[in-house]
């Protein structure tokens, strides 16, 4: 085990080690990994005592989120007002109180998988991630980052530092859906994420985005032909349902021990309505249907 004094020293440390270390925070993933013996790693390296990287604040209209920062912090944090429901959402669902008060936004999104209830919703927000080595940083738009189960874009001296977006304003909205096997301490079965923009007078869509937890394989993707379909018309039932059917056609699902294919399609769809009438309310409007 390697406890770094401070980030510069954890740098130094993976630069002269490279891929002999696995990184920790809480241990809430990793663990479970080392349990059922899909890793085995050589050197663990703690980095829960960096405090300098567990934060929400905004910076202009840019929110920056430390990659230390626990979902309890994120639910809570006094940075994020009203629009930004969406992460109280996903806090709620979030495993049990234990969990939530030590599981990290890092870890969430470098673990990589489908029951990783952050990425939708980041995926939505158009997230980038800032990653740093000590021979400087890279930044890399979220979508990129996540190369497939279990696999990330990040080099063997290089950390996670931070999740950056853009804020939402007045005229747009995200919210989160999510469907598992109870009603709490949930593994997603399927999660579906949407951001919505939206000329209030004329319900013009101006921007949408369409996430869930998967779509042609097994880590969260956007459904870019669903958005094709709905972004610069007039939101109605008529629409929503030919988004619907396009999203239908879109998904690629497979069937594992959890769920079939043909559940998670039509969840998926039933998701989809309810995150974007939550987002149409949270802009002032009535039932869509």
């Known amino acids: 085990m390697f406890v770094p004094e401070d980030l510069t020293d954890l740098l130094e440390y993976l630069d002269s080690h490279q891929s002999d270390v696995h990184l920790i925070a809480n241990g809430s993933d990793l663990i479970n990994r080392i349990q059922r013996r899909e890793v085995s790693p050589k050197v663990i390296a703690d980095l829960s005592g960096l405090s300098e990287l567990n934060y929400v604040r905004k910076d202009g209209e840019t929110v920056k989120i430390g990659a230390l920062t626990t979902i309890a912090d994120l639910a809570k944090s006094p940075a994020l007002g009203l629009r930004y429901e969406v992460f109280r959402e996903v806090a709620a669902?979030?495993?049990?109180?234990?969990?939530?008060?030590?599981?990290?936004?890092?870890?969430?999104?470098?673990?990589?998988?489908?029951?990783?209830?952050?990425?939708?919703?980041?995926?939505?927000?158009?997230?980038?991630?800032?990653?740093?080595?000590?021979?400087?940083?890279?930044?890399?738009?979220?979508?990129?980052?996540?190369?497939?189960?279990?696999?990330?874009?990040?080099?063997?001296?290089?950390?996670?530092?931070e999740t950056i977006f853009q804020e939402l304003d007045e005229d747009s909205a995200c919210a989160f859906e999510k469907t598992g096997m109870r009603n709490s301490l949930i593994i997603a079965l399927v999660s579906s994420a949407v951001y919505l923009r939206l000329d209030k007078n004329t319900r013009l869509v101006k921007d949408v985005r369409i996430a869930f937890n998967r779509v042609t394989g097994k880590i969260p993707e956007r459904a870019r032909l669903g958005e094709k379909t709905i972004r610069g018309k007039i939101l109605n039932p008529q629409l929503i349902e030919e988004t619907t059917s396009v999203l239908g056609n879109e998904l690629r699902l497979s069937s594992d021990f959890r769920a079939t294919s043909e559940y998670r399609h039509d969840v998926d769809c039933v998701l989809f309505k309810r995150a974007l009438g939550r987002c149409f309310t949270r802009l002032g409007g009535h039932e869509l249907v």
């Open 93 to 161: 669902k979030f495993g049990a109180p234990s969990i939530r008060n030590v599981a990290t936004v890092g870890g969430n999104i470098c673990a990589a998988s489908s029951s990783e209830d952050l990425l939708p919703v980041l995926l939505v927000l158009d997230a980038k991630v800032r990653l740093r080595s000590k021979f400087g940083e890279r930044i890399l738009p979220l979508e990129e980052f996540l190369k497939g189960k279990r696999l990330i874009d990040l080099k063997a001296n290089e950390i996670l530092i």
